[in-house]
């Protein structure tokens, strides 16, 4: 059975169509990326995905292991196990990052049937994981991704799928805003997560990202629609021509209204 | 190190996300009580119940003569139907067997009950180590613990009315020194009619070992609760107060109008935190308290320092204002405060630093919260006087607002009339965002806790003034009251 199933999915946002029947199923251990021009819907997806009510799904479904997301609110996915890593990670004031990805791994384990760890076991686990990103400790203290560089952002997000370990993760852009060495750092950071039981959804611009995650199907999304799939040298020809072949074929939202 | 402890609290916070108000039950006690109604006789009534020498008579008799002459204030962003003062009882106490309790042992098991299931042990054995406790129920003083280990440090710490009897000197020397009989509607009420309270003398030099508690209760019906409590630190003392309160569900609205006095000579230090959590009210805004205080300080001395922090979770309708009068040079006032409203209460709730001394300094942080359709006023006023060379205050007034149909106002009053003060203010309004709520969701956080936990960061900055287990205290309270504002 696929591990992350999506059948017909359509999507609203404002009465606006942003998913026009998209069809992805992804299996335990597969690492699939998705490219796709801005406003293409990619972000959506993974909105869609996590929960976020914003998004209005009109037809299809989610499944993860053969069963339907969409009764479920956010919160009851993510101790399921559906993990997303944001573009743009909220800023909490106030709210200590420590106290937050306690609350959030205890939330989990509970769903898990483990016990909740206490708050020594909870910094041994910190301890742990924060060198698997390389993340400043210092980062931990303060509240939650508040004046955060984009980068600090982007790996305080692999830093809690690494705390989590969720069961399908989707990365949107997690490549975004660091820099090389940041890049490899995260990249391996995934990569020590990758498992056979555990799947992964790749967003990204960026051909660079997946000669470190290196991804076994390549999908390429353009207005609310995968438009191809290939493996991994899909995004080498994507770098190289960019999406204007799929761009001309397809009518342009505009003048098809 | 301190995140464990931050963690911890964190921990207690999730717990108990899903209480409702659990104050609300009723003590069955047989109570004795003067019938509803205020006249001159009734006052007589009390001053002789509670056998006070006649210059207390007199001074009450006075507020009332003065109080028949006022009219109720109307300017707060408060609204009630009219409160008929007729239909008030004015003194109620459980009924004492025999003499009245000498000693914690004699106290009536059922009253100690009563406040062990409001997590307040009267039992030394059992007590909150490091606080010492002052239970006024009703109108009266139930009990006071470890006053033997304060005798010893020549701290006096016992209810008002026993004060009078041990220590008129002092009681007659301050009361009414900070808050005159005459000050306003409520006070000069209080004045006329307190029943009980509590009184607190920490003696030259002397820095009070133990936080000193007092845990109010209101339990009869249609009574008014109207205590009074007197601070005193003399030259060189230091002293941390806590007060609590809490009330059982009745669908009539009561009237809570106490009156707080604190008094810092030369170099003393009084903290004074409160955590309030009177009954406010069903969901549909049905009974609760009103709770119409009078709090202020005054910081007599040179370098004397007062600071005010409170948590108002409670009550239909706060009016209060906890102030500082600074009249020492270099003497420093403080207030720090988080007022919540939810379903249909009402907060107008703030400040008044009047820095009449030299090198005054004065810091205002105040945080209001507004969910439901709970409308939260922040009213503060800053006054420097000529004579106050070189004053300093800040003011920090933030509003977090929950959901689209409560409301968040601010009404600062500034008056300088000295061009070396230095004054400084900030204000912010946020929301409670969506997308903070989804972030947290998507990593397992309900969406109670999700709330409490971004309410608990917006307030941290004056949870950080309470003393520990009250900020573990307010911490709950905070989630309890937020119930069913999400969703
Ligand atoms: N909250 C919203 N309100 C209105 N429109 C929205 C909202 N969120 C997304 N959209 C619209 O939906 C479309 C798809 O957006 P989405 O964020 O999914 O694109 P994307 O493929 O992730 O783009 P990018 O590569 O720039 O991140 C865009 O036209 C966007 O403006
Ligand atoms: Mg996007």
Redesign the pocket.
Do not use: D, R, V, Y
């Given at each position: 059975m696929s591990l992350i199933e999506i059948k017909n999915l359509h999507v609203n946002?404002?009465g606006?169509q942003?998913l026009k029947g998209l069809n992805l199923a992804i299996n335990p251990g597969e690492v699939h990326s998705i490219m796709?021009?801005?406003?293409?819907?990619?972000?959506?997806?993974a909105q869609v995905i996590a929960g976020n009510t914003?998004f209005e799904v009109t037809e299809g479904d989610v499944l993860l292991e053969g069963e339907s997301l969409l009764g479920l609110s956010a919160d009851e996915r993510a101790v399921k196990g559906v993990f997303m890593a944001f573009?743009y990670p909220v800023e909490i004031p106030g709210v200590s990052n420590m106290i937050f990805l306690k609350a959030a791994v205890n939330a989990v384990r509970a769903a898990r049937g483990l016990e909740e760890l206490d708050a020594m076991d909870f910094l041994a686990l910190v301890k742990q994981k924060i060198t698997l990103v390389e993340m400043d400790e210092g980062l931990l203290k303060r509240s939650v991704n508040e004046g955060f560089s984009g980068g600090e952002k982007k790996r305080n997000e692999v830093f809690q799928l690494a705390l989590l370990e969720p069961r399908f993760a989707v990365l949107d852009?997690t490549d975004s805003g660091l820099d090389i060495d940041a890049l490899r750092i995260v990249a391996a950071g995934v990569n020590a997560m990758r498992a056979k039981d555990r799947g992964f959804l790749v967003i990204t611009?960026y051909q660079r990202l997946l000669n470190y995650i290196v991804p076994d199907f390549v999908h390429v999304?353009v207005d609310g629609r995968i438009v191809e799939s290939g493996d991994k040298s899909l995004a080498l020809h994507l770098e190289d021509k960019g999406y204007a072949d799929w761009l001309q074929t397809e009518p342009q939202p505009a003048s098809a209204r | 190190m301190g995140d464990t402890k931050e963690l911890e609290t964190a921990r207690t916070l999730e717990a108990i996300a899903s209480e409702k108000y659990k104050y609300g039950f009723v003590t069955d006690i047989e109570a004795e009580s003067v019938p509803p109604g205020l006249s001159e006789d009734v006052i007589r009534l009390i001053s002789a119940k509670k056998g006070e020498p006649d210059w207390l008579l007199e001074w009450r008799l006075k507020a009332y003569r003065h109080w028949l002459t006022m009219t109720e204030p109307t300017w707060a962003f408060i609204h009630y139907p009219p409160i008929d003062y007729q239909q008030i009882v004015y003194y109620s106490a459980p009924k004492k067997k025999g003499d009245g309790p000498k000693s914690l042992e004699e106290v009536d098991p059922q009253l100690l009950e009563t406040y062990a299931k409001l997590g307040i042990p009267l039992n030394e054995q059992k007590a909150l180590a490091g606080v010492a406790v002052d239970a006024v129920f009703d109108s009266v003083s139930v009990a006071t613990t470890f006053r033997e280990t304060l005798a010893k440090e020549g701290i006096v710490f016992c209810s008002f009315s026993e004060a009078v009897k041990t220590h008129p000197e002092l009681v007659r020397k301050y009361l009414g020194s900070v808050v005159p009989y005459s000050d306003n509607y409520f006070a000069t009420l209080n004045s006329a009619v307190f029943s009980d309270g509590s009184f607190c003398y920490i003696p030259k030099g002397i820095r009070c070992p133990m936080e000193l508690s007092t845990y109010f209760r209101i339990n009869a019906a249609q009574t008014g609760q109207f205590e009074r409590t007197l601070i005193v630190a003399d030259e060189g003392a230091t002293v941390s107060y806590l007060e609590g309160c809490t009330a059982p569900m009745r669908d009539e609205n009561q009237l809570h109008a106490a009156v707080v006095e604190l008094v810092a000579m030369d170099n003393a230090t009084i903290k004074y935190s409160t955590i309030q959590n009177w009954y406010p009210g069903d969901e549909e805004g049905k009974g609760g308290i009103y709770n119409f205080v009078t709090k202020r300080g005054k910081c007599a001395g040179h370098h004397s320092h007062i600071s005010w922090t409170q948590v108002e979770t409670g009550s239909a309708i706060t009016w209060k204002y906890p102030s500082c009068i600074l009249l020492g040079d270099h003497s420093v006032g403080e207030f720090y405060s988080v007022a919540m409203v939810n379903h249909f209460q009402q907060a107008d709730t703030g400040t008044k630093m009047i820095h009449i001394g030299k090198d005054t300094s004065s810091t205002i942080v105040s945080k209001g919260i507004s969910a439901g359709r709970g409308q939260n006023s922040y009213r503060g006023q800053v006054k420097i006087l000529p004579g106050a060379d070189h004053a300093r205050n800040f003011t920090q007034c933030d509003s977090l607002l929950i959901g689209d149909k409560c409301g968040a106002h601010t009404f600062p009053y500034i008056e300088v009339k000295n061009p070396t003060a230095h004054m400084e203010h900030e204000a912010t309004t946020s929301k409670v965002g969506e997308d903070q709520l989804f972030y947290l969701n998507q990593r397992g956080i309900d969406d109670e806790n999700a709330l409490s936990m971004i309410v608990n960061g917006f307030c941290k900055q004056v949870f950080r003034e309470l003393p520990m287990e009250f900020a573990v205290e307010a911490t709950k309270l905070l989630s309890i009251s937020l119930e069913g504002s999400v969703g």
């Open positions: 946002i404002e606006k942003i796709g021009p801005n406003g293409s819907g990619k972000s959506t997806l914003a573009q852009e611009h999304l | -």
